[in-house]
């Protein structure tokens, strides 16, 4: 049985085990290494069923524990090109760990894991498409400004789609940040507002896509009633139910309950 636990998501930190019960991986590792160690065991997933860590880009908010946790845990971290060139300077992996490029994908802990580009304010931002032992996949993607022809092709049939509902735009533009962070988060290459995450879900469900998971949600400018009420709207404007075309799920700022979700 396939699962996927949201250990953290939003801007103070962003870490996921997906796989099964006896192996998988992690995406992003953007906690210290002791606290996603701990979200592990919350969810009762032993550190040892770690094959490896998947990055998606280089912000802090994704790598903050990276290197502790790749020492600690011994496994390889895998990222893109321009990732593993910006990892390399950051020293942010230990010289004795194993730091590669990826690309056209790779199989790990029984799955096949393959990148999609992402716009993002970064060296080379991207996605990841899951193909599991069950032959059910999973698309993840976050922190991305715009839905482009890539992201659509790699959520396009895909039965779990985990994807950014950063920010309310009412919220953002009447918040408390400065014009310049604004802009830089409405831009092409900033974060997806649950407007335009909404608005992809219909499309996605009638398409076969059966679970949602909204992901990295803003603290100042989003809420999880907030992200969830724009998506189920949506849904329902398509002539959509929940709990009987889709499932709808809201990843936690930290999963202190524990959640771990089969699918």
Not at 131 to 153: H, I, N, Y
């Amino acid at each position: 049985m396939a699962l996927i636990a949201p250990l953290f998501s939003g801007s103070s930190g962003n870490s996921y085990y997906i796989g099964s019960e006896q192996k998988g991986i992690l995406l992003d590792a953007g906690r210290s290494a002791k606290q996603i160690l701990q979200a592990l065991a919350a969810c009762e997933i032993p550190s040892d069923h770690v094959a490896a860590i998947f990055v998606t880009h280089e912000h802090s908010d994704h790598i903050r524990g990276l290197r502790v946790l790749a020492k600690k845990l011994k496994v390889p971290v895998f990222a893109t090109e321009g990732t593993v060139a910006q990892l390399e300077k950051m020293q942010a992996v230990e010289a004795s760990c194993s730091l590669f490029p990826v690309s056209q994908g790779v199989e790990c802990a029984g799955m096949w894991i393959e990148p999609f580009p992402t716009l993002h304010d970064c060296a080379q931002s991207c996605g990841y498409r899951i193909r599991l032992s069950d032959d059910k996949a999973l698309t993840f993607c976050t922190d991305l400004g715009v839905v482009t022809p890539e992201v659509e092709k790699a959520l396009d049939g895909t039965d779990f789609a985990v994807i950014e509902s950063n920010h309310d735009v009412g919220m953002l533009m009447n918040g408390p940040y400065p014009y310049p962070l604004k802009r830089r988060i409405l831009s092409e290459h900033g974060h997806l507002s649950n407007d335009s995450c909404s608005g992809l879900l219909p499309q996605l469900a009638q398409k076969g896509t059966t679970r949602f998971m909204l992901a990295h949600l803003s603290h100042e400018n989003n809420t999880p009633e907030v992200a969830r009420q724009s998506a189920h709207c949506s849904m329902q404007m398509a002539g959509l139910t929940e709990e009987k075309d889709y499932r709808l799920y809201v990843a936690p700022r930290e999963n202190t309950a524990g959640a771990v979700i089969p699918f």
